[in-house]
């Protein structure tokens, strides 16, 4: 069951949250996100990334399956839509990512479930309008309950202003 839904009403509020995200962060935490293609997995990450303080730009890492950025703390940018990546993965392995000491977030984290921990935070994204999203969050544990408890009191406007990256 979702414990908490969010609207986002543009780019810039998705990256506003994920900046919160971010900010929130904690070493180990794994931020799965499930939503169809344009929904905007990418740009929650981008502002997941500038939270831990990297600079780079996030692009969706399809071509490789994990990029490593580093901030606060490293960020493992994961992307399964690929799903002839996943007997690559399988074979490579993504323990190393998933339970060391960085943030892993997996977009189309729904074509690999079964490799993915058990613990973790769900963001349903879902289209409603041209610049309109729903988030839904699913924390699956304590820990990740924790962050959607923080993140009830987001309020866009309190966040940074980004407008400087
Ligand atoms: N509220 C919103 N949140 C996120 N992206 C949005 C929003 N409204 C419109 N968009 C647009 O949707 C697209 C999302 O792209 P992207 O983040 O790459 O999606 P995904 O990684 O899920 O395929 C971008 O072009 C972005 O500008
Ligand atoms: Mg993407």
Redesign the pocket.
Known sequence: MSYLEL?????????KFGVRIGELALPGDILL?V????????????GIAWGLGIKEYT??PSFVIVRELYGRLPLYHIDL?RLDHLEEIVELGLDDYLYGNGICVV?WADNGLSLLPSEHLLIQ?SYLA????SFQLKPSSKRYLEIATQLKNFIPEQVQELDNH
């Open positions: 609207t986002s009403h543009s780019p810039e509020q998705t990256k996100l939503g169809g293609l344009g929904t905007g997995k990418t740009c929650l990450t981008q692009m969706s839509y977009e994204i041209d610049t309109e999203r």
